[in-house]
């Protein structure tokens, strides 16, 4: 097995938020840390209304396969992914409009996929600040998976193996 010691989302997971991380709250008196951690029982109703309010008709994750990003015990993002033995496929990543561009992601991903060998994810080719952060952390595009979203969209598909 290959160690992932030192790949980028090794470093994310083992990052302490400080005052200037940018996972903190933006509100000074509101510095709750973005923490990541598998959902629980009672995340459901929070993480079906996130996700449906960023897009509508989505489905719904697995809770036994989702992870949750909580700042001051709220939920402000979700993540959905099936794992395989040492391979993973992330379904979906959402994160609050009020809680993006903060590292929120990348904890997620960080938590959920830092012992994971391969990791396969979809995006849509217009979704340039995902595919961006994707690529940061290790991600290449692979191929395109042609009318893939609903709306006819095409997918960029990505992969990241351990280091």
């Known amino acids: 097995?290959?160690?992932?010691?030192?790949?980028?989302?090794?470093?994310?997971a083992r990052a302490e938020p400080s005052a200037h991380d940018p996972v903190w709250d933006a509100e000074p008196a509101a510095h709750h840390p973005v923490r990541a951690e598998p959902a629980r029982p009672g995340d459901l109703g929070a993480?079906?209304?996130?996700?449906?309010?960023?897009?509508?008709?989505?489905?719904?994750?697995?809770?036994?396969?989702?992870?949750v990003a909580r700042a001051a015990d709220a939920v402000v993002g979700y993540l959905d992914v099936r794992r395989i033995s040492d391979e993973a496929h992330v379904l979906?990543?959402?994160?609050?409009?009020?809680?993006?561009?903060?590292?929120?992601?990348?904890r997620l991903l960080s938590a959920a996929l830092a012992d994971v060998q391969i990791v396969h994810l979809e995006v849509r080719v217009s979704n340039l600040p995902a595919r961006r952060l994707y690529a940061v952390l290790g991600f290449e595009e692979v191929g395109v998976r042609s009318g893939y979203y609903a709306d006819g969209e095409d997918a960029v598909l990505l992969t990241r193996r351990a280091a």
């Open 92 to 106: 979906a990543v959402g994160v609050d409009p009020a809680h993006r561009r903060r590292g929120v992601a990348t």
């Open 47 to 67: 993480v079906e209304a996130l996700a449906r309010a960023l897009v509508p008709g989505a489905g719904v994750p697995r809770l036994r396969d989702a992870w």
């Open 1 to 12: 097995m290959t160690s992932q010691a030192g790949s980028p989302l090794a470093k994310a």
